[in-house]
């Protein structure tokens, strides 16, 4: 009952070149960027300088630099001199050095007061961390980190986490999976890192070449370099990019800003990153524009840049990293309104009659906020408008780089935030929308945000923009890649052709996108859409088709795909073995091992997921499935229990709890929470109709009509629903009301026999 469901020779040679998906000709004849060279190594900073002294200088100013260093009196910046930090809830913190090294006297595993010596700093401004070793290869970041511009200590966690109950056994707790180094920081933060996790003894082994982010972090390993600048001049090669493994120019700002990609972007992280090789999606997902963001794309969460940059009219445009920071410093390369004329026109966009507002030097008042001061003349700074930001890590401001025009509109129709706003937060969105009218006209851009907005809350209207969206490549990439993870709130059969023709799209991310919410009912149709993409040029389209076709039993897939079914399945096992100190790689494994019918290694990463984190809520659910499947019903009611109990927003949990309940005969008890999940999800008629059978057998009989009339209400032609009400009828002896139900039935689905065989039976009576 609670069964797990898932979701002319010449002529054909030239068609056959034609019908090869353009993303595989580009993959052809691109080739790598770089040229394999053999063997090459990573040969460190030292050995750059002679050559490189102005870059290398440059670079010792950066927070590249500074972003990881061994704790000593020069890297320290905190205050270890016995000084004390007093949490709000009054929890002491002290720190201090002994023998030249650096202490901490802090809550630290299972809630208990312990020393713990520092070892590492990380980052470096607007705030320092610090790091500590435990056991099995971790290194855990402190929650008490320190404030560079106040000189003061504070607490990450409260200003970071300030709703989350911080305990011992919750992931975020500093001395868990939420704040480890190796698996949720390190990889940009030094050079060449390997994260080596072992998921069977839980154990790090991590390495780098550099403890900070130095030269081959960006440029790749550079030992071929080295020869080819130690061959006389005559003799180099022209042709091999003077022997770097990584181009940085004569290459399209696309392939430059992914230069940066693989740190400054929110995504996941599933090998450890080599240079120069293969597409941005061999190594990791970025994440698209989810709850991360504002339906609008604006920043939200932390979100490091990428996603919000190449949705900007500035990426659209060719401009690049390199165009507004000094990739060595980091700093940018021209202050203030400056910036932004290097290809703006000042005399029009750095005037009044553009921006509207008061210089430093007119007449005014400054603006005070509870947490800031809006000085007379800052509303002439281009960045201030197109760029607003917001803390992370409690103290670091970051513009959001989506670069775009006000709109109070949007604020108004989708609550989404806005630039005037921000700095007048005493006046309201009607005020600022008003302004914008006077000074720019009624005119308003149709905006993508509107339509995700609608499309988080399944509004049908949404449907076909998202639609028009996905199709339409004067998008931003992650913006269309959005629109279709989307249509899986939709189910029209334009929806289900759309993501099917996004399949042969050229980007990598379109195709992975639609690959993860494809359906079909059709399922030969499904098979020959996905079987072909196993053979992808990128590894996370691969495995994300494999993962997919594993819902399929084995004998369904032709034999002319099992070694490439084979080779992707186990691409996407090692992609989640790598991942495996994350309870959603555990998750994703336990998927895996769950649709290949190998339930008890499916049963054993659930529980390992839950292990790491005790609130990884989705496990536990496939949990509480599988032990189900397994027979052990006890111990899926504990699991389903304690979901209802703490975790009322999770409205399927009472649907699961009913039907186990029912499993085990408990009707009554299975009838409460079947109709309080009825309730929570009244589109879900599959809910009422096992209500209306629950009822049924208890002999409310009345209460089972409601139900089962519910359930058709959702769906008026379910075949299920249809015969469930019409056989509730010729129980109850109402023939006339299961007659009319029967012919529906022989009229809907006339290769069936139930229909006739009701009116015969009715007839005969």
């Known amino acids: 009952m609670m069964r797990h469901w898932k979701t002319t020779g010449l002529v054909a040679a030239v068609v056959i070149v034609l019908a090869i998906p353009m993303y595989i000709i580009i993959k052809i004849n691109s080739g790598n960027l770089n040229k394999n060279y053999g063997s090459v190594s990573f040969i460190g900073k030292e050995r750059c300088v002679d050559c490189h002294k102005v870059e290398y200088d440059q670079w010792q100013q950066s927070d590249h630099r500074k972003a990881m260093d061994v704790a000593t009196d020069s890297s320290v910046l905190g205050n270890f001199n016995n000084s004390k930090f007093v949490s709000a809830n009054g929890k002491e913190t002290l720190f201090y050095k002994r023998d030249g090294k650096f202490f901490v006297k802090t809550e630290g595993v299972e809630g208990k007061i312990g020393e713990y010596e520092i070892t590492h700093t990380f980052g470096y401004t607007p705030l320092q961390q610090y790091l500590i070793p435990f056991d099995d290869g971790k290194y855990q970041c402190l929650p008490i980190a320190w404030d560079t511009k106040k000189m003061e200590w504070f607490s990450l966690a409260e200003m970071v986490y300030p709703d989350e109950n911080l305990t011992p056994t919750n992931w975020l707790y500093w001395t868990n999976g939420g704040q480890n180094w190796n698996g949720m920081c390190a990889e940009c933060h030094s050079t060449n890192l390997k994260k080596n996790y072992d998921p069977i003894t839980k154990t790090f082994s991590t390495t780098y070449s550099e403890i900070n982010v130095s030269c081959e972090a960006c440029h790749g390993p550079g030992s071929a370099h080295e020869d080819w600048a130690n061959l006389p001049e005559m003799a180099r090669p022209t042709d091999n990019n003077l022997g770097l493994i990584v181009k940085t120019s004569g290459i399209d700002n696309r392939e430059y800003v992914e230069l940066c990609t693989r740190c400054h972007s929110r995504r996941s992280q599933f090998s450890d990153f080599e240079h120069g090789r293969g597409d941005l999606l061999d190594s990791m997902l970025p994440t698209l524009l989810n709850e991360n963001y504002h339906p609008d794309g604006q920043i939200l969460e932390e979100v490091y840049v990428y996603g919000s940059f190449i949705q900007s009219k500035m990426y659209a445009n060719k401009v690049q990293c390199n165009n507004c920071h000094n990739v060595h410093t980091g700093k940018l390369v021209l202050e203030g309104n400056a910036l932004c004329s290097q290809c703006h026109r000042a005399d029009i966009y750095d005037a009044k009659e553009h921006h509207f507002h008061k210089y430093e030097n007119e007449n005014g008042n400054p603006i005070e906020l509870a947490d800031k001061i809006i000085k007379v003349g800052e509303g002439t700074l281009c960045i201030k408008c197109h760029m607003p930001g917001q803390y992370y890590m409690g103290v670091d401001y970051r513009p959001d780089h989506s670069i775009r025009v006000p709109r109070p509109d949007l604020t108004i129709s989708i609550n989404t935030p806005n630039a005037c706003n921000d700095c007048h937060a005493d006046k309201s969105p009607k005020w600022a929308d008003d302004y914008i009218t006077k000074w720019y006209g009624l005119k308003r851009k149709p905006h993508y945000g509107t339509t995700f907005a609608a499309a988080r809350e399944s509004d049908p209207t949404a449907e076909n923009k998202l639609i028009e969206i996905a199709k339409d490549n004067l998008y931003p990439l992650n913006v269309r890649a959005t629109a279709i993870s989307l249509m899986n709130r939709y189910n029209s059969d334009e929806t289900i052709k759309t993501i099917q023709q996004m399949l042969d799209d050229d980007e990598p991310l379109i195709r992975e996108t639609s690959i993860r919410i494809y359906s079909n009912s059709n399922i030969t149709t499904y098979k020959k859409d996905l079987l072909k993409l ?232």
């Open 534 to 765: 196993l053979n992808d040029p990128v590894k996370a389209v691969r495995a994300s088709v494999a993962i997919r076709i594993s819902e399929l039993p084995i004998n369904e897939i032709p034999d002319k795909y099992r070694i490439a079914f084979t080779n992707a399945l186990s691409e996407y096992k090692d992609m989640n073995l790598y991942m495996a100190d994350f309870p959603s790689a555990r998750m994703n494994l336990g998927v895996m091992y769950a649709n290949q019918q190998k339930l008890a290694e499916a049963a054993k990463e659930y529980e390992e997921a839950i292990k790491i984190d005790s609130l990884f809520i989705p496990a536990k659910v496939n949990l509480a499935i599988l032990y189900n499947q397994l027979d052990k019903n006890d111990e899926a009611e504990i699991i389903l229990r304690d979901l209802v109990k703490n975790h009322s927003e999770l409205f399927d949990a009472y649907y699961y709890l009913g039907l186990l309940l029912a499993e085990k005969h408990n009707y009554s008890e299975a009838v409460t929470y079947m109709q309080r999940a009825s309730h929570l999800m009244p589109e879900r008629g599959r809910i009422n109709y096992n209500t209306g059978l629950m009822l049924q057998y208890l002999g409310r009989n009345d209460e089972a009509e409601k139900e089962l009339l519910k359930a058709l209400e959702t769906e008026p032609n379910n075949f299920d629903f249809l015969y469930g009400l019409a056989d509730h009828y010729v129980k109850l002896g109402e023939f006339v009301k299961a007659k009319g139900i029967a012919l529906k039935l022989k009229e809907l689905y006339p290769s069936n026999s139930i229909g006739d065989e009701i009116l015969n039976f009715i007839a005969g009576k």
